[in-house]
């Protein structure tokens, strides 16, 4: 049986690390974009001895939060699985790529082996806490548009509202890959990002607009110290064009305004990507056979 399945990326402008012993209450608190470009994931499944590969942007190789999350759905199930998956945007830039990728895979097999949504879902966010990848993107995923994270953790234990429907933005990558993993694993850096991430949950909170959102966003970015030199230079070449933050957690950085005049300063940079909201979230393309 073949299915595929599509699933957006999605940029974090700051968020709060809210961590429980129930990984479906855990997450971050925070506000976000669902994007319009994320990963495209075919599976082809059998009743095997439980073998998975994996072919990434045409080439094979390992997937480790693919994997997980895949595992997290078959259980005590024994079924092999070839997995063939597009990313639209660079991994490990702040893009939600591993989210979007687990989630694409997981919707896929969920249609195969006639799982639920939830239990998809369920299994994304698993595997994105197990890998230490991320906290809210797929719970951010699960509602798409821009989205302001009040309550950690999966629906219905997270609450996530829509702030907005309609936004065009430019992001551009700037530097190399920052692992996730790397930044959160860091006892001094936790604390200031916990510290200052609630200061801005609580501005948002009273104000929750996209404007709001953009200006919590770069207060994130300058207190906390996330950001380097080539962000920093990439928000003070477009400073006066618009508002421009950080892609938490990536060397990338994100804004709206004029696009046209920003994106030409940005393209000094590095590549750049003209992105606007989704609002559908993950969702299956197609399915063809059966596994009976």
Do not use: Q, W
Not at 82 to 111: C, K, Q, R
Not at 217 to 245: K, Q, Y
Request: with cysteine; hydrophobic share 40%.
């Amino acid at each position: 049986m073949k299915v595929t399945a599509y699933c957006p990326g999605h940029i974090t402008g700051f968020f709060l690390p809210c961590i429980h012993e129930d990984p479906l209450r855990t997450g971050s608190r925070g506000a976000g974009m669902c994007i319009d470009r994320g990963v495209t994931t075919s599976i082809e499944v059998m009743p095997g001895e439980g073998s998975m590969e994996f072919i990434i942007n045409g080439r094979h190789g390992d997937a480790p939060v693919m994997r997980s999350a895949l595992e997290n759905i078959v259980g005590e199930g024994s079924y092999d699985i070839t997995v063939d998956a597009s990313l639209e945007l660079p991994i490990s830039s702040g893009f939600g790529m591993s989210a979007a990728g687990a989630l694409s895979a997981a919707f896929a097999l969920a249609e195969a082996l006639g799982r639920t949504r939830e239990e998809a879902f369920a299994a994304a966010h698993r595997a994105e806490l197990s890998n230490g990848t991320g906290l809210g993107d797929v719970a951010a995923l699960s509602r798409g548009g821009m989205t302001f994270r009040r309550r950690e953790g999966l629906p219905p234990h997270g609450r996530i509202d829509r702030l907005t429907d309609t936004l065009d933005v430019v992001a551009a990558v700037v530097g190399p890959v920052i692992r996730t993993s790397d930044v959160l694993g860091d006892p001094l850096r936790r604390r200031k990002i916990e510290s200052i991430g609630r200061e801005c949950y609580l501005r948002l909170a009273k104000d929750p607009t996209p404007d709001t959102f953009f200006r919590t966003s770069r207060e994130f970015t300058m207190r906390t110290g996330l950001a380097g030199p080539a962000v920093m230079a990439a928000l003070e070449a477009v400073d006066g064009l618009g508002d421009a933050s950080m892609i938490m957690l990536g060397n990338s950085v994100f804004a709206r305004g004029d696009l046209d005049a920003m994106e030409k300063e940005l393209l000094r940079f590095g590549p750049t990507y003209r992105l606007s909201l989704d609002l559908h979230g993950p969702r299956v393309l197609s399915s063809e056979g059966s596994l009976i």
